[in-house]
């Protein structure tokens, strides 16, 4: 299934963008584009979740390529040596077969097995190479991915992946409890906790990788790279709510902004799908601006030194591929299978997921 059935931009595609959804800003100013390597990738991490039985085979036959879930990696992490996308795209793989076995366990009430799940994950994470037989295989899987990731850069890079991977496990925790207790956060509890579980920092962090190049903290936290690095991810996150809206709801999740707008500020549905919107739009011309400081910034970094050379154009490359982001995740939203809620024989039951008690073995 090709990526881009007739085109690499957006003005042609062959995707019909429900109105309520389209982003003519994104379709005009964030050109698509596509890693070279991308039908290798795809061919390669469907072989992957195979090999590491993290998807059942009849599963992966019918609805890997359609998931679109190397598309989503491919077109953000532009210029990522091959071996680079290939351990990001079977990480980025894992983590939505892992969302898939998080619902499940809410669904079919199994909270022993979400509690050896969450444990096992936060060992393997500091320890992955003792892992790489577990007999969970989604713990397995990841220790694999984990351990190429952190094959890539210095272990200062990979203590921070692993702190930052820590906090994720611990807000699907908390996700857990609030679904199965029926717990809509607020708004403000919810943009928090988003930020962790959409992994704001995990696809931040391996821009760096991507680029060949640790970024030190005065300029990571510098806000001229910090704050177009969030705005990509929060129009990303955002983005996927007014998407996954629908499904969500179909599913009784209780995390989506528009269901945190419901219950808590006293807006019609109708009401909270504008508001995302416009937050959405807001990322959008925000990042327009941040972006400019940014490469403003990376000027500032080429100082005449050989670091500072190699510091700039590692930013650029960075800015570049977060600009990436939204083109990318804005056209997988329209091409996954993963939102095709009205295609479903069961709108609460992606057919794609193994829906038997896989956490209880």
């Excluded at 050379?309 to 600009?323: H, P, W, Y």
Aim: aromatic share 12%.
């Amino acid at each position: 299934m090709p990526a881009f059935p007739h085109s690499t931009t957006s003005t042609s595609t062959a995707v019909a963008v429900p109105p309520s959804l389209a982003l003519p800003a994104i379709e005009a100013a964030f050109p698509r584009q596509l890693h070279p390597y991308w039908p290798e990738l795809q061919e390669k991490t469907r072989g992957w979740l195979l090999e590491k039985r993290l998807m059942p085979t009849d599963k992966v036959e019918e609805y890997a390529d359609g998931l679109c879930y190397t598309d989503l990696m491919a077109g953000y992490y532009l210029g990522a040596p091959d071996d680079v996308l290939q351990a990001i795209a079977d990480y980025s793989a894992w983590f939505f077969v892992w969302d898939d076995r998080h619902d499940r366990d809410i669904v079919h009430r199994r909270p022993a097995a979400w509690r050896r799940l969450r444990r096992a994950l936060h060992t393997a994470l500091d320890s992955p190479r003792d892992h790489l037989h577990h007999r969970d295989s989604l713990v397995a899987g990841f220790a694999d991915s984990v351990l190429r990731l952190y094959s890539f850069l210095p272990v200062t890079w990979n203590a921070r992946f692993a702190r930052h991977f820590h906090a994720v496990i611990e807000a699907y925790d908390r996700e857990f409890h609030n679904r199965t207790q029926g717990v809509v956060p607020t708004v403000r509890e919810y943009l928090a906790l988003r930020r962790l579980t959409f992994a704001h920092w995990i696809w931040t962090d391996l821009l760096e990788p991507s680029a060949g190049c640790e970024l030190p903290d005065a300029v990571r936290k510098h806000p001229a790279y910090r704050r177009p690095a969030l705005l990509s991810q929060e129009f990303a996150a955002w983005y996927n709510d007014l998407c996954s809206l629908p499904k969500e709801i179909a599913g009784d999740e209780v995390h989506n902004l528009g269901i945190s707008l419901v219950k808590h500020e006293d807006m019609t549905l109708e009401e909270a799908v504008t508001e995302i919107r416009r937050r959405v739009e807001e990322c959008i011309s925000e990042f327009l601006d941040a972006e400019r400081e940014g490469l403003r910034f990376a000027d500032d970094l080429a100082d005449g030194t050989v670091r500072g050379k190699e510091l700039s154009a590692a930013v650029r490359d960075c800015l570049g591929n977060m600009r990436n982001w939204f083109s990318s995740v804005y056209w997988f939203h329209h091409e996954s299978g993963r939102y095709m809620v009205d295609s479903w024989d069961d709108r609460s039951t992606p057919p794609y997921v193994n829906n038997e008690a896989a956490g209880e073995k």
